[in-house]
């Protein structure tokens, strides 16, 4: 049997079991179809349907967004499918008071990367193996070696520009937006019941498609996702107009990593430095 | 005279195409590769910028009739409290040559137009299309999520187009090719290409369109609609959309705006934008209340608005499956997929 053949039929097993014994009334996971680019969500609400789970390198999707859905949220309780990478979402949602981890079953699928050629948090990936989950399936898997060196590479080939070279090489790419929102729709992250940019009176982020507004919004996403972002990679790849936000992220992931030695999402009890008040601290922060 | 007329083009027709209109005032518009992969329309001054190959523009040709985003009018607060009102002029009456679209974006324009000149007539988008002379390549290879023959069209499809044009060399637009006139628009384009087209020779036909199975009914589509309103299927299909507008902003038949004020202290801008029933603000009311208040209602309004309510309204689907949709879904969704059930659902 093919490792992916074992996982699918793990995964399966899994999912089974826990929707006869009432462990959970909904199992949402990754459906590999023939023929397709990407391995599309499932939601799984029988035994018999657990059949269509399975994993392959086309599950780019990043599963932990339904998880605040109020749609999913209304069918019980609820086991996802996670690559080691999506963990980490699911812990900043965690941390954040999103989700209680009592409400949710983590079925951590054990991933050797995705995409034809591996996407760049795959060549770069420290994580796996998933931790924190209540199952593991799949077979082990080797981490790539060197990953944190090439971590920030998209931020880091900027860094080296110019000024001006860098605000030409932002306002070509933002211009192509087309404020679609696919970004923030897909960002596990971007749970606002009401977005900023939604907000009208008065009129915070303009909503036009002009460099003035596309700037705004894209600068206002990544400010609110600073120190948050996990680097799950999915805004960059469901973005129509194929804009490197990636490259955002990871300088803001890179400025806290040097900063404040912190990496989102590595843990559900971490303190993030942006929400944490201390006493002790050291630095004079902005009052 | 007679419209419908095939005319050959000799292999640098295009290259003369483009000069030629270009030094006659016109703009002419054509798909061009910025980034690797990437195909959309864009101005060119010379057909070496045209792209050869690829399966259809990103971005749909809508966008040159109902842009993403227009300035509809400008005020000002004066100083004596008075605030004075600029209408944005029209659009100049230049005439452009969209030099390349694929057919179901030319058939789409069919829907647009239905739309906008219906119960008003919209003049700012009635200036660009009067302006402009649609010259549609036919397509040769459909991409796997074209599904154009289920919703009436084809790959080589006639609808919307003022000239079609075929590939006789295998490439799209490189070599010799077969110029067919569908309209008295796409008789002038002929006329200004003077000596690099020519009546075909007789018995000269246009090859044969390629094969894409068709994989649904709609009308069988719209007779499960007509009773499934309520039906729970809404609910299922709907649970991995996520509510963004990369479909419908991709879209070439989608055509809903919003219309938003921008100012800073003392003027601004009235500004018309594309919108998305997909977005769960488009329908919600001052009140808090929201008609469709969850994503499936979201979802269902999208394929009602295109299989039924356009069709019972326009007597037109507003679909041409040019599958811009399936290619951009973050979620793997597809229309085509949907559109089968649903099929099947009737047919059961």
């Keep these: 049997m093919s490792p992916e053949a074992s996982t699918a039929q793990s995964l399966a097993q899994t999912a089974a079991e826990m929707l006869s014994q009432g462990q959970v009334a909904l199992v949402i996971g990754y459906a590999p179809t023939e023929g397709k680019r990407l391995s599309p969500p499932v939601f799984v609400t029988t035994p018999e349907e657990a059949q269509r789970l399975g994993f392959d390198s086309r599950c780019f999707g990043n599963l932990s967004v339904y998880l605040w859905s109020p749609q999913v949220r209304q069918m019980g309780k609820t086991a996802v499918v996670v690559k080691g990478c999506d963990v980490r979402a699911v812990n900043v949602l965690l941390r954040e008071n999103v989700i209680k981890r009592e409400d949710i079953v983590l079925i951590g699928v054990r991933c050797g990367g995705v995409g034809d050629l591996p996407a760049h948090k795959c060549t770069v990936c420290d994580c796996r193996d998933p931790q924190g989950c209540d199952v593991v399936v799949g077979d082990a898997v080797d981490q790539p070696d060197g990953a944190a060196e090439g971590r920030y590479s998209a931020a880091e080939a900027l860094e080296e520009k110019s000024l001006d070279e860098r605000r030409e090489f932002w306002q070509r790419q933002l211009d192509k937006c087309i404020r679609c929102y696919a970004c923030r729709q897909v960002c596990p992250l971007c749970y606002c019941k009401r977005c900023i940019v939604e907000k009208s009176t008065p009129q915070w982020v303009e909503t036009s498609a002009h460099p003035r507004g596309n700037l705004s919004w894209n600068v206002v996403r990544a400010f609110h996702l600073a120190g948050r972002c996990v680097g799950c990679g999915e805004c960059e790849r469901v973005c129509p107009m194929n804009i490197p936000l990636g490259a955002i992220n990871q300088k803001m992931a890179k400025l806290m990593e040097d900063e404040y030695d912190f990496r989102s999402g590595m843990s559900p009890e971490e303190k993030a430095p942006f929400t944490t008040f201390s006493t002790d601290d050291t630095d004079e922060g902005i009052l | ?348």
Excluded at chain 2, 151 to 169: A, N, R, T
Excluded at chain 2, 176 to 196: A, E, H, P, S
Excluded at chain 2, 276 to 302: D, I, K, M, V, W
Excluded at chain 2, 307 to 315: A, D, I, N
């Design chain 2, 1 to 348: 005279m007679p419209t419908n007329k095939l005319y050959e083009g000799v292999s640098d027709w295009l290259q003369s195409a483009v000069e030629t209109l270009s030094a006659a005032g016109m703009t002419v518009i054509a798909p061009t590769q910025g980034e690797p992969g990437v195909v959309n329309l864009t101005r060119v001054t010379s057909a070496e910028a045209i792209a050869e190959r690829y399966d259809n523009t990103l971005l749909p040709l809508k966008g040159q009739f109902f842009p993403i985003t227009e300035t509809l009018l400008e005020f000002e607060r004066c100083e004596d409290g008075d605030v004075e009102i600029q209408t944005e002029p029209l659009p100049a009456p230049d005439e452009v040559i969209v030099l390349g679209c694929r057919p179901c974006d030319a058939a789409a324009m069919g829907t647009m137009d239905k739309v906008f000149q219906w119960d008003y007539d919209d003049v700012r988008y009635r200036a660009r299309r009067d302006r402009a002379t649609l010259v549609a390549f036919a397509c040769t290879t459909p991409s796997p999520e074209c599904f154009c023959t289920s919703v009436g069209g084809s790959p080589h499809g006639d609808e919307g187009s003022d000239v079609l044009v075929f590939g006789l060399g295998g490439d799209d637009s490189g070599g010799r090719v077969l110029l067919k006139v569908n309209t008295d628009k796409g008789r002038q384009f002929i006329d200004r290409l003077g000596d690099r087209v020519r009546p075909a020779s007789e018995g000269v036909q246009p090859p044969s369109p390629p094969e894409l199975a068709r994989r649904f009914d709609t009308d069988a589509v719209k007779a499960w609609l007509d009773e499934g309103f309520d039906s729970d299927f809404w609910q299922q299909m709907a649970l991995s959309c996520l509510g963004c507008g990369a479909c419908s902003f991709l879209c070439p038949t989608c055509h809903c705006f919003d219309i938003v004020d921008e100012a800073t202290w003392n003027r601004g801008q009235r500004r018309r934008n594309w919108d998305c029933c997909s977005f769960s603000l488009f329908t919600l009311h001052a009140s808090g209340h929201n008609p469709r208040p969850e994503q499936f209602s979201r979802c269902r309004q999208r394929i009602m608005h295109k299989f039924k309510y356009f069709p019972e309204r326009f007597g037109r689907i507003a679909c041409v499956g040019c599958g811009r949709c399936i290619r951009a879904c973050a979620a793997g969704r597809s229309l085509a997929e949907v559109l089968t059930e649903v099929d099947a659902r009737q047919k059961g």
